[in-house]
Structure formats: structure tokens, C-alpha cells
């Protein structure tokens, strides 16, 4: 991933419509940080973190995004930030549960049940908290200034690396509990398939910009050399010209960092 959110300053148009429209106290009732309730259940979960009339998702998750929020009659719509401004989801407030409805033409809306909570509480589990491994990422070192610039998130393909996380083993019935997986777009795959993986990621942009793909590995501290070594082996005999890197997590700054990766 670099599931890269969208500026809030990208969103200072629409929000100040929004407030405009909308009386800001309303939204007072569910600004605060928010996780699904099974949160404590060592499996994957997810995040809103609500301020003023923007709402972030999943924070130093996979699906990291910004939007703005409408006040509607006993509702909010939350919109996505570009093009015609589309509705992502809708916000309902039940008691001291937050509700997530995807709108879903046809058929039952797809919701997510939030409760409020005190980030810092729960800041280790934040990372890549709505993927279903865990993955502890290596810390940083501040003194470092070799770090990647990851200006244009398009030609960024992302590989999870990392050991399932309990409460998902039911999701996953073919994979024991201490072995390593490698997730792309929530699906699991084996190392034989990077291959396809570079494949399709090739496949998504212009023929012109292949070359200038990224492949991020976001790997658990505990991943072995040796695998790491194995995984840029394979992704370079698909093709010899692709940059890789790999992440860590920059604890002064709260931020995932990427350091290019050697041809093995």
C-alpha cells in the first residue's frame, strides 16, 4: 500500500460549505475517535477519526483516507473528495454507537459498528489495523536521509507481510496461526504468485510508466533476510527494472517511512 489520505487542504472548499449548511454543534455529537467494536478480538478492525466536518478512515491503515462530512436531517453523508464529490458512506448515530452504512443499489447496505475510545489507548494496534495480519514494522533511524519520496501513490504496489492475526484464523482456514502470509487487496497469496502480482500491476498503468512502478513491502519486523531476499529475487526476475523498497514505522513523527531495497 501507500494508502496515501487525501490533504485536509484539499477539503477546505467543501467543508466550509458543508458548515455553512449545517449547524457545527451537530457534528460535536460524533467528532472523537472511533473503532469497530470487536476491536479487542486480535483481528483486523477499523477506525474513524472525526474532526470538525472531515472524517479520516483507518489511521496508518491500509485504507487511509480523508472525506467530508453533510449534516443531514438525522444523519450524515460522507462524501468522497474528488470529481463530483460522491457519497462513500453514511454516518448514523445510535446511542453511543456510531453506525457505517455503504449504500448498496438493491440491496442491504453493508454497515460497521463504531464506539468511541481514546486512540492513544490503542495506538501500537493502529498499524495496518484493517488488514487481517499483523505486521510490526522496524523502526525507523531519524539520523537516516536515504528515505524514499513517494510523490505519485499511483505507481506504488504494496505487499503485506506478516502472521495472522487470531481472531482471522476462521477467515483463513487453510493457513496456521505462526506462519508467515503475503496479503495483496485482501487476498493471500504465496510466494509463487508474486509473478501475476507484478503482472497485474503492470497492467493497471500506462505503458510508458511501467518502468517507474514502486513495489513497497510493508513486512513485519520478524521477517526473516532471507524471505525479503527471496520476495526482491522473484519480483526482479518478472522484471529487472522495478524499484523496491521497504517500510518502517518513524515513531518521532508518526509516520511510514520507505528505504529502497538492493537487487539481490
Known sequence: MIAKAVRFAALIGLTLVFIACSEKDNLKSIAGFWVTSDYKNNKQFYTLCITDSVVE???YGIDNYEYAIMQMEDYFDVHHPFDSWPLAFQL?????TLVQAYPNEGGESRKRFYVRTDSIGIKKDLLFCDSPLSIQLPEADHRSNDWLSMERPSLVSNLYIGYL???NLQDFPGMEPDSLGILVEDVLINLSDID????RSMDTVDESE???IIIALAADKATSRVTIEEIVRTVHLCNPNLIMCRAYFDVTIGKIRYKALSKS
Open 210 to 212: 511501467r518502468e517507474k
Open 196 to 199: 501475476l502480482f507484478i503482472i
Open 165 to 167: 492475526k487470531k481472531g
Open 57 to 59: 478512515t483507518n489511521k
Open 92 to 96: 448514523f448515530l445510535k446511542g453511543d
